[in-house]
């Protein structure tokens, strides 16, 4: 019942905002587009911390597929990004869907918003993100954001061969034969269970930036997770 509630009041939202839209220029969207390079790709069909943009233009809320981790608010909502809704989302994300998870605050001048606005009804439409780079209007970087690179064909010395917990520590054996201890809180165990990931069976370690010392090992599952990771002194 209550996502029904804010289901109507956000609708009743998008009505009123259709009536006030400003037009928007593309160019100047693409430039505010930059924040949004950090969680949303437009390649469809790969998701980041946000769902993926591409196609997003007339999508039904909470429905791009592959991407699980939408509020119940959000996927019960009902209506379709057009250009009212988005503006409405653009606004205040909050104020639509009270229990979104994303946190975005907001842009409250309208013609900033009209400007992205209009970015996305180019490039949030089926082959609109490649339109966009031969249009001029983004870098062809923008259309996989953040995406990691890739870490299937990972070299020996990044591929682990073996890895052992002990006391505060892992052990850490790579391909190439070197076996380095790093300090546990150093250490990131994550799963990247996409194309970008490892093969099944094989985990990678990749530095993390900071000052050098701290590390993600990536997994392509929890299986292989639970599997590689031995407790061992």
């Not at 002990?166 to 380095?180: N, R």
């Not at 165990?189 to 970008?196: A, N, R, Y």
Request: charged share 20%.
């Amino acid at each position: 019942m209550r996502a029904a509630v804010f289901a109507v009041m956000a609708l009743v939202g998008l009505n009123t905002a259709s009536d006030a839209l400003a037009d928007g220029d593309a160019t100047r969207g693409a430039q505010y587009y930059r924040a949004c390079v950090a969680c949303h790709a437009l390649e469809p069909g790969l998701h980041l911390s946000g769902p993926s943009l591409g196609n997003v233009f007339e999508r039904k809320t909470g429905t791009a597929e592959g991407f699980v981790r939408y509020s119940p608010g959000l996927k019960a909502a009902g209506f379709s990004w057009n250009a009212a809704a988005l503006d409405g989302w653009l606004k205040e994300p909050a104020a639509m869907i009270p229990d979104t998870y994303m946190v975005f605050q907001g842009i409250d001048d309208p013609q900033a918003r009209a400007d992205l606005n209009a970015f996305l009804e180019i490039a949030g439409k089926p082959g609109g993100g490649e339109k966009a780079v031969a249009d001029g209007l983004i870098p062809a970087e923008y259309l996989r954001a953040g995406a990691p690179e890739p870490i299937s064909d990972a070299s020996p010395e990044i591929r682990i061969a073996a890895i052992r917990h002990c006391g505060d520590s892992y052990f850490i054996k790579t391909e190439d034969g070197q076996e380095t201890p790093y300090w546990e809180k150093n250490i990131r165990l994550k799963i990247d269970s996409v194309e970008t990931g490892p093969p099944e069976g094989v985990a990678v370690i990749l530095g993390a930036g900071m000052a050098g010392d701290r590390f993600s090992v990536v997994f392509s599952s929890l299986a292989d997770l639970e599997s590689l990771v031995e407790e061992k002194c």
